[in-house]
């Protein structure tokens, strides 16, 4: 059975610093997504790590999947207010994408000015 | 493109109801996922359609049931209501025979009283 397991999964931060949200996952896949959600809302996809030493970067957020070690991290750099909420990674089970999710608990950032 | 939607956005039932909700995918997607995020967790998979059959299922009773039709829009039925049942239902859809990502319709806000 697949597990993810994100770490930490409570993130309190002050606004300018940086951090990072781990993301392991206990079996070999190769595609990796990061999700946000806001509370009572749906999940709007910030990133999708499709291989082996993939790095993607959006404004002040950075993932990077390293599918050896079955990681994946989401770096924050300069937090912002903004970017609090929580963050999901998921895997990916199948061979065709999107087909089936195993989420990880998610990662309740909250970011104080 | 609407995107992935969702009706209704919020329900309200009562132990022992019965309940159906509707996902209608993104255009040029054929595979329709629905996935159960209980307060304070990750999304947990329900079940897959494809080509109007259930293609995959997670770890959920019988009573989850669903169906698609042929203009691949979906249906999630859940029989007997238990409060547990209380939750978030995300629908997905994607397409099975290329490289994408899922992609999130808004939910519905399922309460069991």
């Known amino acids: 059975e697949l597990k993810v397991e994100q770490n930490p999964l409570f993130l309190s931060m002050q606004e300018g610093k940086n951090y990072t949200i781990y993301c392991n996952y206990s079996?070999?896949?190769?595609?990796l997504y990061w999700y946000r959600q806001d509370p009572g809302k749906s999940l709007e996809s910030l990133f999708v790590l499709l291989s082996n030493g993939a790095v993607k970067q959006e404004g002040r957020l950075m993932a990077s999947l390293d599918t050896k070690a079955r990681l994946s991290t989401l770096h924050i750099t300069a937090a912002v207010h903004d970017l609090s909420a929580t963050y999901f990674c998921a895997v990916d089970m199948e061979e065709t994408s999107g087909s089936r999710l195993t989420f990880g608990e998610g990662t309740q950032l909250t970011v104080n000015p | 493109d609407a995107g992935v939607t969702q009706s209704p956005t919020h329900l309200i039932k009562t132990r022992g109801q019965q309940v159906t909700l509707r996902c209608s995918p993104k255009?040029?997607?054929?595979?329709v996922s629905w996935y159960q995020q209980a307060l304070g967790q990750g999304p947990q998979f329900i079940f897959q359609y494809y080509e109007e059959e259930e293609r995959q299922r997670g770890n959920f009773p019988d009573r989850f049931s669903g169906h698609q039709f042929p203009n691949y829009s979906s249906e999630l039925n859940v029989n007997a209501l238990l409060l547990g049942d209380s939750a978030l239902y995300l629908c997905?859809?994607?397409?099975?025979?290329?490289?994408?990502?899922?992609?999130f319709g808004q939910g519905t806000r399922l309460t069991v009283v």
């Open positions: 255009s040029g997607h054929d595979t």
């Open positions: 997905a859809s994607s397409y099975l025979g290329g490289n994408t990502e899922a992609f």
């Open positions: 079996t070999t896949s190769d595609r």
